[in-house]
T-cell receptor, first 109, second 118 residues
């Protein structure tokens, strides 16, 4: 599976949108982009995934560039409970998830 | 999303004893489950892939005789840490694939089990 690159940490003001970037320049045509987050001392929580179209659910929006080499996870109105490590993972069907370092998002009041 | 549970949530044991951790998929049947380990301030590392009705597949460097995995049913996988030592102290997390997503099966994670070996 393609490797991803994320900033190690980001801050966001409570109530503002949090935009978390991810680079995956070596992504293949059959690989999906997944986002998970891990709140301290808990198991990872699935957020969203997509192939090439932008996706939105009750938690977040996923914007994938046209060349699919990067994506952005958007939390529209960040709350203190969104403070977590966010993992961007590229995965082909049938493969397991491989976690990188992720982005530590700190939402501040 | 689908729910995966783990039991116990935390366990403290003496060095040399064995510890069993259970992972259950509560609202779906999972032919494939995964076991991860996470050390403090580190990312999750895959230990093994558990397949229902067959032997687990272990990642390089993970001792299969020390970390026994059993996937006896479509909703239950167990990880037994045998003869635990202090260096086995870690956060163990299981994950299961929900097949209802069609060809793109989403993995859901349990809440984790914190093991402390004294």
């Amino acid at each position: 599976d393609a490797k991803t690159t994320q900033p190690p940490s980001m801050d966001c003001a409570e109530g503002r949108a949090a935009n978390l970037p991810c680079n995956h320049s070596t992504i293949s045509g059959n690989e999906y982009v997944y986002w998970y987050r891990q709140i301290h001392s808990q198991g990872p929580q699935y957020i969203i995934h997509g192939l090439k179209n932008n996706e939105t659910n009750e938690m977040a929006s996923l914007i994938i560039t046209e060349d699919r080499k990067s994506s952005t996870l958007i939390l529209p109105h960040a709350t203190l409970r969104d403070t977590a490590v966010y993992y961007c993972i590229v995965r082909a069907t049938g493969n397991m998830l491989t976690f990188g370092g992720g982005t530590r998002l700190m939402v501040k009041p | 999303g689908a729910v995966v549970s783990q039991h116990p949530s935390r366990v403290i044991c003496k060095s040399g004893t064995s510890v069993k951790i259970e992972c259950r998929s509560l609202d779906f049947q999972a032919t494939t489950m995964f076991w991860y380990r996470q050390f403090p301030k580190k990312s999750l590392m895959l230990m093994a892939t558990s397949n229902e009705g067959s032997k687990a597949t272990y990642e390089q460097g993970v001792e299969k005789d020390k970390f026994l995995i059993n996937h006896a049913s479509l909703t239950l996988s167990t990880l037994t840490v045998t003869s635990a030592h202090p260096e086995d102290s870690s956060f163990y997390i299981c994950s299961a694939r929900d097949p209802s997503g069609g060809h793109q099966e989403t993995q859901y994670f349990g809440p984790g089990t914190r093991l402390l070996v004294l």
